[in-house]
């Protein structure tokens, strides 16, 4: 037997259960930069302005979304973090590995063709009530690098 109004509501349960559960609260920043013609020139910096309102311990990711069209199994980036009058406070260099040496296989999630690498962004002099700019430069001293899609970095509460 049917009862009234229950039909209705219990698809709606399921998705407000979903939307409460996808909420990240210690979530701080972020955003992604996606890249023209799905490829990183050389001369591109990718930069994020960040502000944090409060002073806390701050766990920070990088992303890198890419796909097939990548010609090599790693990537060298260059993370720079500047203070608000521009002065640099951290550069550093990361190797990011995207597909198994080996075998060829992507090493990061995703499906079909398209694939995200995430790695921790050490990120030490980041603190709350302050501006700062963290930039992001490739390093693989390659005009221009096919098959990378988007850089992004996400700033959490620990």
């Known amino acids: ?23 990240d609260t210690n ?3 972020e955003e992604y930069h996606g890249m023209k013609n799905q490829s990183w020139d050389i001369a591109d910096t990718v930069s994020f302005e960040v ?9 920070s990711i990088l992303r890198v979304k890419y796909n097939n069209n990548y010609d090599y199994h790693n990537l060298y980036v260059r993370y720079i973090l500047r203070d608000s009058t521009g002065n640099m406070m ?6 990011l ?12 999630d995703g499906f ?24 992001f430069v490739q390093y693989m001293r390659s005009e221009a690098l096919n098959g990378i899609e988007s850089v992004g970095i996400k700033i959490s509460k620990e």
């Open 27 to 29: 979530r701080v920043y």
């Open 90 to 95: 951290e550069n550093d260099l990361m190797d």
């Open 112 to 135: 079909g063709n398209s694939y995200t690498k995430v790695d921790t962004l050490p990120l030490k002099k980041l603190t709350g009530g302050n501006k700062a700019s963290v930039q």
């Open 1 to 23: 037997m049917n009862k009234p109004g229950f039909g209705l509501l219990y698809p709606w349960g399921f998705l407000i259960l979903f939307f409460i559960s996808a909420c």
């Open 51 to 59: 502000s944090l309102s409060q002073d806390y311990q701050v766990a």
């Open 97 to 108: 590995q995207l597909f198994d040496q080996k075998s060829g296989r992507p090493l990061g």
